[in-house]
């Protein structure tokens, strides 16, 4: 048996008027469904019996799969012959890879001085073809009483506005001009198919022709798309109904044949177009689609089905959380409870935390770690930009205890008992994970693994005095190729800073640790720290001051990757590839040539020109300067850093662990050297912006 979806369209007669009803079913139903063999019909929700089902003579038109979508949009154009459709649902970005325009007309099969075929898209002629021929759906018409209905279709692909979206005027159709003469326009739908880079990969299926319904003995019809093969999981699917001589106004008589209406509400007597998002309705796998349309007595005609659908086992918006997690939870994880999406990319973030002392981050500076990530320059397939990360506290934040903060409640985030030290230094220099993976083990969810970074509030890291005061560390890797593919785990450790780290500092902190767990480094393209025109969190010149751009100061990853030579700097040029003013940071030259080692950091407000040499001038000469202060003379590469973060956390997001796993099985211990160690005395160094000397 095949388990099919079943899509119903139900017309009831009410006191002479059509109610349009309709419900999704599936159940396994063999394919031998017909007028001739009723008794293998199935049987709908609570024991409501289906009609023997007649196959429609809708055709396939097009069938493409691609990265993108369809969208359709239609106009009743009753006794007008024009019409207007807007368009502005297709996403932003995307190409129209096809366009048909479907339009209906009852009457004769000739009338002199009319073109049935022959209209105008935005002032330019179409021509189309004739794709089916209905019965009169009980619609007379004066003179020529029940006469026929022709179903058009015109390839308008060449006549889209670019980009998909606008107004598209009709114009010169055939038509008369009551609801009773001859031709009888319904209307016309426009349906775009398009592509996107970052879309989904997508399967798009027009069917079109023209069956009517009813017309005195009732009558179900069933369209079968088959091939669908969507796996042991379902990814997105919708399908739009479009339908001739449907009327509004409809009571409910006769009750639909299943328990979950998705089509209702026929707005007018025209042509009809209802686009259902049948996600959420289906039940997986499922292999073919059954739509039915039907009606008692009066009719209507059926001239066009679309239909998309695509895997639950694709990742379409590159977050690494599979579409299907993302539409219907996983293990018990409820992810569209918690606000994914498969089209908008995800992150997903549980933060434990010591309460000896308040380590945490209050609640509007959680907030504002949202804020950076939504405003990312990142692209979606839905056609915004943004990232949307979910931390989980438990809904508590500086000042304020466990379930308090909703939106920072997922379930998770858990006070721990305060640690002086969280973990400790090994025989070679690094940090051992060993407590952190225990607290891990013990306070996270294994259900979470693959889909939540872990990080913990700490106090302090170990009892070397060479690691008192750092920041916070990534359980990020070496050699650097496994570096670049990042982590799930870190944590932020300001307890022996003064105030325990500001708000402000504590939020640098956690954006720079869980860089790192997203591949990104404290050089951009390498680790070299210091770099002055590279504009990020994950530079130590800015992780705890932040990054000013235009009057403005914030936290951000870089948005561009400008490259300097420190052998020959151009202080009349600014920083090629930066717009805008800055504030930006570097190293002198030593002032005094007895004194290398005594280097001044300058933070000055920069936009076309830079005193690169620290003597007060603006030179045309080139300049020669250790900018970053290794005792060298280099060419400083950086990095785009929202172009090259990495949502799989070293192949920790994505993969969920085996039947039975535990998280301690699952994160082999792991020794890293320390990848996010501001130190508080840095930090006295580089974090105020008041502490250093300001060039306006």
Request: one cysteine or more; charged letters at 20%.
């Amino acid at each position: 048996m095949k388990a099919l979806l079943r899509i119903f369209v139900a017309l009831v007669i009410a006191a002479g008027m059509l109610i349009p009803q309709a419900a999704v079913f599936a159940q396994d139903m063999g394919p031998t469904c017909t007028d001739q063999n009723p008794a293998d019909c199935p049987e709908g929700g609570e024991g409501a019996g289906v009609e023997a089902q007649a196959a429609t003579n809708l055709k396939l038109a097009y069938s493409k799969t691609l990265k993108g979508g369809y969208v359709a949009h239609g106009v009743n154009m009753r006794a007008t012959g024009s019409g207007t459709i807007i368009v502005d649902d297709v996403p932003a970005g995307a190409k129209v890879v096809k366009a048909y325009l479907l339009w209906s007309i009852t009457g004769p099969a000739k009338m002199a001085g009319y073109y049935y075929n022959k209209g105008k898209i935005n002032g330019v002629n179409i021509t189309a073809s004739l794709v089916g021929t209905g019965s009169n759906p009980r619609w007379p018409l004066n003179d020529y009483g029940l006469a026929p209905i022709y179903a058009f279709r015109a390839d308008v692909t060449g006549r889209m506005i670019k980009g998909g979206n606008g107004t598209y005027n009709l114009s010169g159709f055939a038509s008369g001009t009551t609801e009773s003469t001859a031709p009888l326009l319904d209307g016309a739908t426009l349906i775009i198919v398009y592509s996107q880079t970052e879309g989904p990969l997508t399967t798009v299926k027009i069917y079109t022709g023209a069956t009517t319904t009813g017309g005195g003995k009732p009558q179900n019809l069933h369209l079968t798309v088959t091939g669908i093969n969507t796996g042991e999981i379902s990814g997105m699917s919708q399908a739009t109904f479009i339908v001739a001589h449907g009327q509004s106004g409809m009571t409910d008589q006769g009750g639909s044949f299943f328990d979950a209406n998705v089509v209702s509400d026929w707005s007018g007597n025209g042509l009809d177009v209802r686009t259902v998002d049948l996600t959420s309705l289906i039940t997986p796998p499922e292999n073919d689609f059954w739509f039915t349309v039907s009606s008692d007595v009066d009719g209507v005609t059926w001239i066009g089905q679309v239909v998309s659908y695509s895997s639950g086992n694709q990742d379409s918006d590159g977050d690494k959380l599979k579409d299907a997690w993302e539409l219907f939870g996983i293990n018990g994880v409820d992810l569209p409870g918690f606000g994914a999406d498969p089209l908008h990319k995800d992150l997903f973030i549980e933060a434990d935390y010591m309460t000896g002392h308040d380590h945490l981050l209050d609640r509007t500076h959680l907030q504002d770690i949202v804020n950076v990530f939504a405003n990312a320059p990142v692209n979606n397939p839905d056609g915004t930009t943004g990232i949307n990360i979910h931390i989980d506290t438990g809904g508590a934040a500086f000042g304020q205890p466990a379930g308090t903060y909703a939106e920072f409640d997922l379930g998770g985030g858990n006070g721990l008992v305060e640690d002086a030290t969280l973990g400790a230094e090994t025989d070679y220099g690094d940090y051992d994970w060993t407590e952190f993976q225990e607290i891990k083990n013990a306070n996270f969810d294994a259900d979470r693994l693959g889909i939540f970074h872990y990080m913990i509030f700490a106090h302090d890291l170990t009892e070397n005095p060479d690691w008192w005061g750092i920041s916070g560390i990534s359980r990020n890797g070496w050699p650097d190729s496994t570096f670049a593919k990042g982590a799930t785990d870190f944590i932020v450790s300001m307890g022996t800073w003064d105030e325990m780290g500001t708000q402000d500092e504590r939020e640098g902190t956690f954006i720079h640790e869980l860089g790192h767990n997203l591949g990104l480094r404290h050089g951009g393209n390498d680790h070299m720290n210091y770099k002055p025109q590279y504009f990020s969190v994950m530079n130590y010149f800015y992780q705890t001051a932040g990054i000013y751009r235009d009057g403005t100061w914030f936290y951000d990853y870089s948005r561009e990757a400008p490259t300097i030579s420190e052998t020959a700097l151009n202080e009349m040029a600014g920083i090629p590839g930066v717009t805008g003013r800055r504030a930006m940071r570097w190293f002198c030259p030593p002032a005094d040539p007895n004194h290398p080692e005594i280097r001044n950091v300058v933070f000055y407000y920069i936009d076309s020109m830079i005193d690169w040499d620290c003597d007060g001038w603006a030179e045309s000469s080139k300049q020669r300067v250790d900018t970053n202060g290794d005792w060298k003379f280099s060419s400083l590469k950086t990095q785009n850093n929202w172009a090259s973060i990495t949502f799989a956390g070293g192949g920790g997001i994505g993969t969920l662990p085996a039947a039975g796993m535990s998280s301690h099985s699952l994160n082999a211990l792991m020794v890293t050297r320390p990848t996010g160690c501001l130190t508080n005395e840095d930090a006295a160094e580089f974090s105020g912006r008041d502490l250093l000397p300001v060039k306006p």
